[in-house]
């Protein structure tokens, strides 16, 4: 079936605007997760939903960045008045109920000049 | 609260040589642990897990990690390394009361050389 898609795969944004990075999750996978990746780093965890329960935000940097997601199926991540330290792969996994191991996306590269 | 650490963020071996990368984790209760491999430009994909049951686990692309509890690590070898192994590999956790949060280390850049 098919795997887990971002979009778009790359955005450009002046510092200042708003950007919106969307994720389509597979298809009855209950729990998603977004990631940042900068360049020659780590990941670092941005939030997660499971099910209908209340979203983990504890790795948000800041109240810049805000997460919605749709039932069990697409989310959006947000990052309002963008900064150039923001430039980073945007990465997006879920994963099964009952299952642990995560499924990620191609990931969305933003840059911000 | 749990953690990653891996040890080594480059790691360079002759082909045909053994792999090893190196994890560790601190966890306060039994841990799901992961590894996943980035190869160039594309996205992350597991590599093997350990949830419960056999402490040795068998991954894809000849790879095996080994969970010792007692060393609170989960190691990732191969006796014989490939060029099409050069990679970037993530070691993560998931507490098992918690299936939700994960951890991942800072990564570990696998170099071939020929």
């Not at chain 1, 999750?25 to 990746?37: C, D, K, M, N």
Request: with cysteine; aromatic share 12%.
């Amino acid at each position: 079936g098919a795997g887990v898609s971002q979009s778009p795969s790359n955005k450009v944004t002046e510092k200042g605007k708003d950007v919106e990075l969307r994720c389509d999750p597979i298809s009855g996978h209950t729990a998603l997760y977004w990631y940042r990746q900068r360049l020659g780093q780590g990941l670092e965890f941005l939030i997660y939903f499971q099910g209908n329960s209340a979203p983990d935000k504890s790795g948000l940097p800041s109240d810049r960045f805000s997460a919605e997601r749709t039932g069990e199926s697409v989310s959006t991540l947000t990052i309002q008045r963008t900064q150039q330290e923001d430039s980073a792969v945007y990465l997006c996994a879920s994963s099964g109920q009952g299952y642990y191991e995560q499924y990620f996306g191609p990931g969305t590269r933003l840059t911000v000049t | 609260a749990q953690s990653v650490t891996q040890l080594g963020s480059h790691v360079s071996v002759s082909e045909g040589a053994l792999v090893l990368l190196r994890c560790n984790y601190s966890s306060s209760v039994p841990p799901y642990l992961f590894w996943y491999v980035q190869y160039p430009n594309q996205g992350l994909q597991l590599l093997l897990k350990y949830t419960t049951g056999a402490t040795l686990v068998k991954g894809i692309n000849g790879f095996e990690a080994e969970f010792k509890k007692s060393e609170t690590s989960f190691h990732l070898t191969k006796p014989s390394a490939h060029m099409s192994d050069a990679a970037e590999y993530f070691c993560a956790v998931i507490l098992n009361t918690n299936a939700g949060k994960s951890t991942f280390g800072d990564g570990t850049t696998l170099t071939v050389k020929p």
